[in-house]
């Protein structure tokens, strides 16, 4: 048998929206700088945690608090980022968008929750897609929480954007695949059954900031399937068997924006060229 193919748990969603793409990034490890507005997520995402993991600590913080963490991920990031992809987008604009979106969620949202974990670091899981071919699925619930409801446990999942909130909801559409993963992994690193509805925290970065939470009832019902019907990660195992990961030349992210393997993707919309 082969050695593992390693897939983070954060990737494994976006293996459903481009695969060449994924494949691009993931296994031949072809990389782009950050974006500007991506970074901005990442710092929202940072400085979010950071609240929500003192509150789960019993040291509560105030947003003021945790803003120093958004400012030090824009100014100081941890990976390569271009600002040139959106040369009218500064450092500046990311700090004044950004926290005025985590003082939004510190005020607004994370007094809704009873969180009981904080991006849990999950317990690798092998999945055997035959043929001598395993993937296994590692790294941390990227960006999520778990919370205690009424009904048991539920996985919320912190999605920013430009489109993250769309008439006064969070936007769903796109994410079930990987908080559908992340329910399963939360429940075999925790042996704790996932219950509740998977729950959607959209953050707004353009235009006027807004914050809202929409649900995803079964989210993890496209991944498993279903006794007569195949799941996306039926489809996935065929993937990683067969060695062929089919590209996607409608999706959002096909751009050399966003893709490593775009200039030589032959796939791609020659009119962007």
Request: proline share 7%; aromatic share 8%; net charge negative.
């Amino acid at each position: 048998m082969n050695a593992p193919f390693k897939v983070r748990a954060s990737s494994w969603g976006s293996l459903f929206d481009c695969a060449h793409k994924w494949e691009g990034t993931h296994i031949l490890g072809m990389y782009l700088p950050s974006g500007p507005r991506a970074q901005l997520g990442t710092a929202i995402h940072a400085a979010t945690a950071v609240f929500d993991q003192a509150e789960l600590d019993g040291q509560p913080l105030r947003p003021a608090d945790v803003a120093p963490v958004l400012v030090d991920q824009i100014r100081n990031p941890e990976r390569d980022v271009d600002w040139t992809i959106d040369p009218d987008f500064t450092p500046n604009d990311a700090e004044k968008i950004g926290l005025q979106l985590v003082s939004r969620y510190c005020i607004e949202i994370a007094p809704k929750y009873q969180y009981v974990s904080v991006e849990t670091a999950v317990t690798p899981w092998a999945i055997d897609c035959g043929n001598g071919v395993v993937i296994e699925i590692t790294g941390t619930l990227d960006r999520s929480r778990a919370r205690a409801g009424t009904n048991g446990i539920g996985i919320c999942d912190l999605k920013s954007g430009g489109t993250a909130v769309q008439k006064g909801r969070a936007k769903t559409k796109g994410h079930a695949p990987q908080v559908g993963t992340y329910e399963l992994l939360y429940e075999r690193t925790t042996n704790t059954l996932v219950t509740e509805p998977a729950e959607i925290i959209g953050l707004k970065t353009n235009g006027k900031p807004e914050v809202a939470i929409s649900q995803i009832i079964n989210a993890r019902a496209q991944l498993i399937g279903t006794d007569g019907e195949p799941g996306m990660m039926d489809y996935a195992a065929d993937m990683f068997r067969t060695g062929l990961f089919p590209p996607n030349p409608t999706s959002m992210m096909c751009s050399k924006k966003y893709c490593a393997r775009w200039p030589t993707c032959r796939f791609k919309d020659r009119e962007d060229d």
